[in-house]
């Protein structure tokens, strides 16, 4: 096992505190260059952040938080643990984030085409102190929230900033220009504008970010489309045997993505994805729908896959009535456990 060579690496004035007394690994500030993955991780500053279920400093609409037990149980039947996880769809990164804070996988990369979204990842993860430090700064107010939606920051941090104060002030956590503040513009529900801009929270989960990242756990944050990061696999990760890589795909919604994000996908998209999975098999991987007809009847008669049909209910924020909610899980790993948690599906089953 090597060591990591952090010793050139300043000390962050202020980025103490994880956990109380206890020595600070130095903050990294910058991504670790690919062959880091052959190291281990050096031990977390806070591994009891990662034992929460809220671990991902931003909101996000279709957040998978319930299906993160099923894809660990999944990728321990098959790849424990994996040396390489990438999630090339992360927006608010749950999955990744846990499954590196509990070790189910030693290391992971993040990816998203939202400039935004990747501004925001490589700044918690490599520049935390700026952004804690630029967060607490921030007027919580339906003035500024204007500001930050009319802004088109150029620089990554200003980007990272964006990023964060629309999405913890923005209905749903919604980046998107349709939706609107919290609260209203004239503010006069219960729920105002600040509501979800917690100080104390966001700041520990920022630093739990950075937690990963300096103990060399997530390696790396890629603006990218998802053709160029699953490309970057191979060209970048030619050490590693495609079996050590497991590939976790949460894509936009096929009915609403358009209303959620900035980048959606139109239906040759989804058709063009699950082609590339058909062919591009050298290594696992993992991929999230909303159950839907239109992803059953293209992942249908594919004998090299499995279809899992995944239902949990969960209560909405504000609402006491609890929902259910269907979802796919498509993998081409081959050990599947019986589990209470899922039904696998034939595989001509379309309906
Ligand atoms: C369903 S969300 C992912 C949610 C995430 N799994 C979570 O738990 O928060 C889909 C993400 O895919 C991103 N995206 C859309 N089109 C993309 C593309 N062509 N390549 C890479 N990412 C894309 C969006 O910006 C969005 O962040």
Redesign the pocket.
Known sequence: MRCFAVGHIRLIEGAEGLMGNAKQAPMRRKPWPPDAVLDKPTPLQDARLFRNSVISPLR?P???RQLVPVIESLINANVPPPRLLLE????????TLRLLGSGAVEHGIL????PL?AAFWRTAAFDSKWLIDAMHEETISVARWDWWRAANPRGRRERALKCLFLNRTTFSGILHGRAGPIGGRAQKSDYKIDCRFGLEGLTRRIKGVADLASTGRLLDVWEA??RTALGNLSSKFKMLDPGEIVVYL????VDKAQWL?????DST?HTDLAAWLASDTRYAWLLSYDDNQSIRGLYKNRPAESVLHVSHTYTAAGSVTRTVRDELLVTNLTVIPPSKRYRLLKTDEAG
Request: glycine share 10%; charged share 25%; net charge negative.
């Open positions: 996000y279709g957040a998978k090339p769809f992360c927006g608010g990164a749950t999955t990816a998203d085409v939202d979204i489309d998802w949460d894509p936009p919604y994000y900035e980048w959606s996908f998209e």
